[in-house]
């Protein structure tokens, strides 16, 4: 099986510019139960769903939606095709979130997709209680079953939102990975993220549709925001909401608006 693999790999350009071979037969191995060294230290076995999942990935299929969960901060998230896949860039936001949220408060997760944000922060917040709102069917599916299974069902809900035109629930504070890439970024990104859902993508031509109706909206004064943004969007921020701090990823881009 593992020259039926490296032949998949190397007749594939994708495979080779952005998978590590040896990660992605590891985690397919784990997947079906196996040792993630079994095929590399030349024990064969037979799976032909593993050479099927292998061929989805070097065609640039998602990992996340092959493996069918993600790690995200400390805990496994559920994910399907039609939630955005979640990032450990996206791991800065929680922490602020952790950190800034008052004690004893109610917070909103726009945008929540798979509700890795609001699920990580109520994991290390006992005290919070949250609502994880998206637009989607699939991530109303898909967040359920995350809200279920990491056993914080008491302190948090799922409402279907649709947020250019239904009114916000009450919470003291907000938190929003909204679409925020560019019509023309768009255009550009690689194979597997444009499998994501373009509807937790596409920020409108600038990136800024979701963060400019924020900053007119009254559902959104006078509460502790902190959104994820795009890798140059920090200044474009400030300017709408007339201030606030921007809080840089590992790589030194900019990655949280927060205003309080």
Request: hydrophobic share 40%.
């Amino acid at each position: 099986m593992l020259g039926k693999l490296k032949e998949l790999w190397q007749s594939s350009d994708f495979a080779r510019e952005n998978l590590n071979f040896r990660e992605t037969v590891g985690l397919l191995l784990e997947k079906y139960g196996y040792d993630r060294d079994t095929l590399l230290l030349g024990k064969e076995i037979s799976c032909p769903e593993l050479i099927s999942d292998f061929e989805e990935a070097v065609k640039g299929e998602p990992f996340g939606y092959i493996l069918g969960k993600v790690p995200f901060f400390k805990e496994n998230f559920f994910v399907e095709e039609g939630v955005l896949i979640p990032r450990c860039d996206s791991e800065v936001l929680v922490e602020k979130a952790i950190e800034l949220i008052p004690k004893n408060a109610v917070f909103a997760d726009i945008c929540t997709g798979s509700g890795c944000l609001g699920i990580s922060v109520l994991k290390e917040r006992p005290d919070l209680k949250a609502i994880l709102l998206d637009i989607s069917p699939i991530a109303k599916r898909v967040c359920e079953k995350n809200i279920s299974s990491l056993g914080v069902a008491d302190r948090c809900s799922f409402i279907q939102f649709d947020l250019f035109n239904d009114t916000l629930p009450q919470c003291s504070a907000i938190l929003m990975n909204p679409p925020y890439i560019t019509k023309e970024e768009m255009k550009k990104l690689p194979r597997n993220v444009m499998r994501e859902p373009a509807l937790a993508l596409d920020g409108g031509e600038d990136g800024l549709d979701f963060y400019r109706y924020a900053a007119s909206s009254k559902d959104f004064k006078n509460k502790l925001l902190i959104f994820e943004i795009g890798y140059m969007q920090g200044i474009a921020l400030r300017e709408l909401f007339g201030g606030g701090d921007i809080v840089p990823d590992l790589s030194g881009n900019d990655r949280v608006f927060i205003l309080q």
